[in-house]
């Protein structure tokens, strides 16, 4: 069932398989209540799957909230009841997950990293790919940003943030927050979430859009689960880059 | 009984362990004059906390059974349920929760929502009952209540609104700002008994205002009268703001926030005031039975003495004048000399001696009228049992009750142990009926089961200090389970056909692992292939299959058992026949359908302060823990896990030695999950040394 679900998952078709370099940085940007935590999720399942530990760091939920996503996301991700063959999948793949949660006040470098010390100096946990979810990039981001991105390149990993788009902040022409010009070159993949009428629309930036990858697609957003489609986005909407197959420009400019 | 329902409250007083219910209930009672003295939990006086009146209580400083009491506040009545924490004990809580309108949530200013408080707040939305929170224990280095509101909404998902704000914190604590009425608060003499009004201090006017806006933006969302008084500019009474905050509270949409410490008498004459202006009274609470003549078609009962009589009991106690039944009365009146029917059982009782009880102390009444709760003697029942008039054949929801998860065997030293022993068990096994005993066939020991170790340690404490026997305490054992993983077929023929009477059935079909409960049977026989009559027989003798597995004899569950062909004989085929045919067809469906052992994973918090986490997670990783995370709260972290429980005896002695004694942890079941191969075949080692040294 694993393989079949692994064989199948969305994320093969638009190129979302493809795991970031050791120290690598995604982000995941969007309004509030899009989908941030629940795309997060998504990455951490396929993960999950695929036998790589993951550790999920949140800044707004405590553990059972987040554990309860996963449930959730788990469920919706198979669809249907094998009976006792989900409920093993689901027992085997809990293993390579561990939670942290953190007040937003407390988070910091120093203490994440003994925290992370803790883990793997019991030889508890050893994470391939580290979510935090709830960061918030403000001044001086760029230099934390590094500094998590040496932490966990040094812990043999990757790392996916949830990045919270506010409306009144000004944006450029491809929806991206103009508090985050400093930042952007750190990092390897962006996915764009946004509500476009009932739809929800997913665009990668960066990387991806660099090296023609496919450049937009649909959640379903009941389960929000990646469908695969094609660039459906209205045409006003599109960016330089959408409507030119052949761009391979400097996309996040 | 007499100030009429719309004055009457019966709530619980629900937390976590160490939050300050007992000592909380303490002050209540002696500002409601019911006790003339404060005695504190783990006094230095050596008497201990009102509440606590088993000695056990009063000397492990924590509180085991429920108790009841009733006081009066300012013309109302209100009925006070006292509840242990630990979740060992949980019953306890369920039962309360079962029988209350209401109940207050006691924090700790310092530790916040706790493991325990998840689970009691379960509980409460369970049997919806609403509540109010209580901050206790401002008055302690670390105190920080805004962080608890934030964590009620956080944790719990509690919209959580501060109806107060402190006036200083830890040792500077003096008093609290009423929000709504916007004065200050101030409690003076020897134990804070005079409550003194002031004007609110200057330097929390503008907090006062802030927290102001955000209480009257909650509660108009429950009063279009607020809303337009907010929307117009007008002033807005109290009393406009009360009854909308009452309104949410009893829809369990807001949860209005308290605040205090009980030890310093500091705030608990306005939470009684919370409790009046607030919580429901009985005749708010709908209440509802099942109609067995009817299909259990729920049926509202009406909080009206007049109407035939439906009551629940949801405590028994063995006391020296013999057992006493707690009891709620939902609909009518129960008075001396009445008869009433036991819904469960059908026998009817005369109603004796009716009592209203302050913990240990008695008081003789004439009635229980509906809303209300009381005490009888001399009725015999089992807790959860429903009581109505003759001629009504309601029963009440049944009390949830978990099943037990750990067992230990106990034997008596001599024979006055044994005697007394028996008589002990038999009391608390009908007081808790999530602790059981039996006797093993095999090996004739006394075992008793439980919901923890500290559950089961504290009935063999109280065996010994209430009945003075002395018993020795064997390995505690797991419930382990069987069940199957797999589809398998049977199709067995039970043949005895050697002459005179025979016996002879077929029965095929197949068993596949079934998800949702313990047992399914279905009958998908076409055409009379077995004849219908035996088809009853069919499934009790699979049901007699599922007491002890076929190799390790441990109880079988999550099965679905499908019949669809058979055969009989016209003259040899019986009940008999079709049982024993459907016995050997279990055991050779199940040979093939790869039974697997189950055992109880425990749901594991450990909080511990931050420098031990790595620790913690260490000594819980050795135990096959899978931790599921670690929730840093500063100087604290929660670490959670899922342990199997064969992993977590003795756990409090290693956890209390790696942490200094800072630690503590709390458990409570969660699922059973199958066990990895070599643990398997230890079990299965030790199950045939017990076999082999029983025989």
New interface residues.
């Given amino acids: 069932m694993k393989e079949k679900m692994l064989r199948n998952h969305p994320f093969k078709q638009i190129n979302l398989d493809q795991a970031l370099p050791e120290g690598g940085c995604g982000g995941i940007l969007a309004r509030a209540g899009v989908g941030k935590t629940a795309m997060l999720v998504q990455l951490a399942l396929y993960s999950m799957l695929q036998g790589k530990d993951v550790l999920?760091v949140s800044l707004?939920?405590?553990?059972?909230?987040?554990?309860l996503w996963y449930r959730e996301r788990f469920l919706a991700l198979t669809a249907i009841d094998h009976?006792?063959v989900l409920?093993?999948l689901w027992?085997e793949i809990?293993?390579h997950r561990?939670?942290?949660?953190?007040?937003v006040g407390?988070f910091s470098i120093p203490?994440f990293k003994e925290?992370l010390?803790?883990?793997t100096?019991?030889?508890?946990?050893h994470p391939k790919l580290i979510l935090i979810d709830g960061y918030r990039f403000e001044e001086g981001a760029r230099e934390a940003l590094l500094a998590l991105k040496c932490l966990s390149k040094a812990q043999g990993a990757s790392l996916w943030f949830t990045v919270h788009i506010h409306r009144d902040v000004p944006v450029n022409h491809q929806g991206i927050p103009e508090n985050l010009r400093e930042i952007l070159d750190l990092f390897d993949k962006i996915l764009m979430l946004e509500m476009a009428g009932p739809d929800l629309h997913v665009r990668m930036l960066g990387y991806a859009a660099k090296h023609g990858i496919v450049r937009s697609m649909t959640l379903d957003p009941s389960t929000l689960l990646l469908t695969e489609n094609g660039n459906d986005l209205p045409t006003d909407r599109r960016t330089k880059c959408d409507r030119d197959s052949q761009c391979m420009g400097d996309s996040l400019d | 009984m007499g100030s009429g329902l719309s004055k009457v409250r019966n709530i619980g007083i629900s937390a976590h362990i160490d939050s300050g219910k007992t000592t909380l209930t303490e002050r209540i009672l002696f500002y409601t004059k019911r006790i003339h003295a404060i005695h504190e939990v783990k006094g230095k006086d050596g008497i201990g906390a009102t509440m606590d009146s088993m000695e056990l209580e009063r000397e492990r400083g924590i509180t085991i059974a429920s108790a009841a009491t009733f006081c009066e506040w300012r013309g109302y009545e209100i009925n006070i349920i006292d509840t242990p924490g630990h979740v060992d004990f949980t019953i306890e809580v369920e039962r309360s929760l079962r029988v209350l309108d209401g109940a207050i949530l006691v924090l700790c200013a310092v530790g916040g929502v706790q493991s325990q408080s998840v689970t009691v707040d379960q509980q409460m939305k369970r049997y919806a009952v609403p509540c109010i929170a209580f901050v206790n224990k401002l008055d302690r280095s670390g105190a920080n209540p805004d962080r608890v509101v934030e964590q009620l909404r956080s944790k719990l998902a509690h919209n959580a609104v501060a109806l107060q704000i402190p006036i200083g914190l830890e040792g500077n604590f003096t008093g609290v700002v009423d929000i709504v009425s916007m004065k200050a608060f101030y409690f003076e003499g020897p134990h804070g008994e005079s409550v003194r009004e002031d004007v609110i201090p200057g330097a929390l006017f503008s907090d006062v205002v802030k927290a102001r806006e955000i209480l009257i933006d909650k509660a108009s969302m429950f009063s279009d009268e607020l809303m337009e008084a907010v929307l117009e500019g007008r002033e807005i009474p109290e009393a406009m703001i009360l009854s909308a905050l009452r309104r949410g509270t009893m829809a369990r949409q807001i949860t209005p926030v308290f605040m205090g410490s009980a030890y310093k008498n500091k705030g608990i004459q306005l939470l009684l005031d919370g409790v009046t202006a607030l919580l429901p009274s009985p005749d708010e609470v709908v209440g509802e039975a099942l109609d067995l003549d009817h299909d259990e078609r729920a049926v509202p009962l009406f909080c009206d003495p007049q109407k035939p009589v439906v009551a629940l009991a949801f405590k028994l106690e063995e006391g020296p004048y013999g057992q006493l039944t707690y009891i709620r009365v939902y609909q009518g009146t129960l008075a001396k000399g009445v008869t009433i029917v036991n819904s469960r059982t059908g026998r009817k009782v005369k109603v004796g001696r009716v009592i209203r009880m302050h913990a240990d102390q008695m008081e003789d009444i004439e009635a229980i009228p509906a809303g209300y709760i009381a005490a009888l003697f001399g009725i015999e029942c089992a807790s959860g049992d429903t009581f109505v008039a003759p001629g009504l054949n309601f029963a009440m929801t049944s009390i949830h009750v978990p099943t037990p998860v750990i067992s230990l065997a106990i034997n008596p030293q001599d024979s006055k142990s044994q005697v007394n022993m028996g008589k002990a068990l038999n009391r608390f096994t009908k007081e808790d009926p999530t602790f059981r005993a039996h006797v093993d066939e095999e090996t004739n020991e006394t075992i008793i089961e439980g919901m923890g170790e500290l559950h089961l340690e504290v009935y063999i404490e109280r065996m010994r200090r209430e009945y003075g026997a002395e018993v020795s305490v064997g390995q505690p054992r797991v419930a382990y389970r069987e069940t199957i993983t797999r589809r398998a077929d049977f199709n067995y023929i039970h043949k005895k056909q050697t002459g005179g009477a025979g016996q002879y059935g077929r029965v095929a079909g197949y068993m596949e692992p079934y998800e949702d409960g313990d047992f399914l049977f279905i009958d998908e026989v076409k055409g009379g292939a077995i004849p219908t009559q035996y088809i009853a027989a069919c499934e009790k003798g699979f049901r007699s299959c599922l007491a002890k597995g076929p190799k390790l004899e441990f109880p079988i569950t999550g099965i679905r058992i499908v019949i669809n062909d058979g055969s009989s004989h016209a003259i040899d085929s019986s009940d008999i026949a079709f049982q024993a045919a459907s016995r050997g067809a279990f055991l050779e469906g199940y040979a093939k359908a790869r039974p697997v052992i189950q055992e109880p994973i425990m749901k594991v918090a450990v909080e511990t302060p931050t420098e031990f986490q790595g620790g913690v997670m260490g000594l819980l990783n050795q135990r096959r823990g899978m931790i599921i995370g670690a929730q840093d709260e500063g100087i604290q972290s929660v670490i959670e896990a899922e342990v199997p429980l064969a992993e977590m005896f003795g756990f409090s002695t290693v956890l209390r030695s790696a942490t200094q004694g800072k630690a503590q942890f709390t458990m409570e079941f969660s699922h059973y999950r199958q066990v990895p191969a070599s643990i398997a075949e230890k079990i299965a080692g030790e199950a045939a040394n017990r076999k082999r040294s029983a025989a």
């Fill in positions: 999920h707004h939920d405590p553990v059972q909230k987040v554990s009976g006792n409920k093993d027992e809990q293993g561990f939670i942290m949660t953190f007040q407390r203490v925290r010390t803790d883990l100096a019991q030889g508890i946990f």
